[in-house]
């Protein structure tokens, strides 16, 4: 089994601990710095998917929020454009559900289902109407493209900053913690995939 995980930048990446046996087979782990930003995030992971044929996609890193605290771990199998959904009347997809091929492919069924990942193409530092429990510039856009091309998506998001409370200035502060939360919530799930 090959698992590639995702992350923007080298402040949040993460070696993640997984089974070395899943289903009888040897588990692989491979990692995948896209950037920052929808474009490059797509853009890069349609690469790695053409050439490494994961059998997973685990994206990890950190994101805002404006219901959650700082120190919150979030599984999200939902994910909103934020850019795309103020032209939802003009019929454009603004929303995607990874959960049913996570499903189909028995992936991650054990781990938490609780959070809505917003994405958008701005570093969000203001109160707005947001949908959704976290935000970040990236998971939408893996989403579709792991839709795409039929690969499993999850999403696993540690809160660094509250919008609207210094968040550029708490999310350089919390890379530290995040990167260690993420570890810890990794080393806690049980032994599957």
């Known amino acids: 089994m090959r698992i590639l995980v995702t992350y923007a930048v080298q402040g949040e990446f993460t070696e993640l601990k997984f089974p070395g046996i899943v289903g009888g087979e040897e588990v ?15 853009f890069y992971l349609a690469e790695a998917i053409a050439h490494g ?8 890193g950190t ?30 997809e603004w929303q995607i559900d990874s959960a049913e091929l996570l499903t189909q492919k028995g992936y991650c069924l054990h781990w938490p289902d609780n959070g809505t990942c917003n994405t958008g193409d701005s570093f969000l530092t203001e109160l707005t109407d947001v949908k959704g ?6 998971a939408f856009a893996q989403a579709w493209v792991c839709r795409a091309k039929g690969v499993p998506f999850i999403a696993v998001k540690y809160v660094t900053d509250v919008i609207g409370q210094n ?18 919530f990794f080393e806690g799930l049980v032994t599957t995939v």
Not at 65 to 84: E, K, P, W
Not at 133 to 138: A, L, N, Q
Request: aromatic share 4%.
């Open 28 to 42: 692989q782990v491979g990692y995948l710095r896209t950037g920052i930003g929808k474009v490059k995030s797509a």
């Open 53 to 60: 044929q994961p059998d997973l996609v685990v994206n990890v």
């Open 63 to 92: 994101a805002g929020s404006v219901s959650r605290q700082v120190g919150d771990v979030l599984v999200c199998r939902h994910f909103v454009d934020r850019d795309m959904q103020k032209l939802s009347d003009l019929g454009m």
């Open 133 to 138: 429990d976290v935000v970040d510039m990236e």
């Open 167 to 184: 968040s550029v200035k708490h999310w350089e502060d919390k890379l530290a913690e995040a990167r260690q939360g993420l570890s810890d």
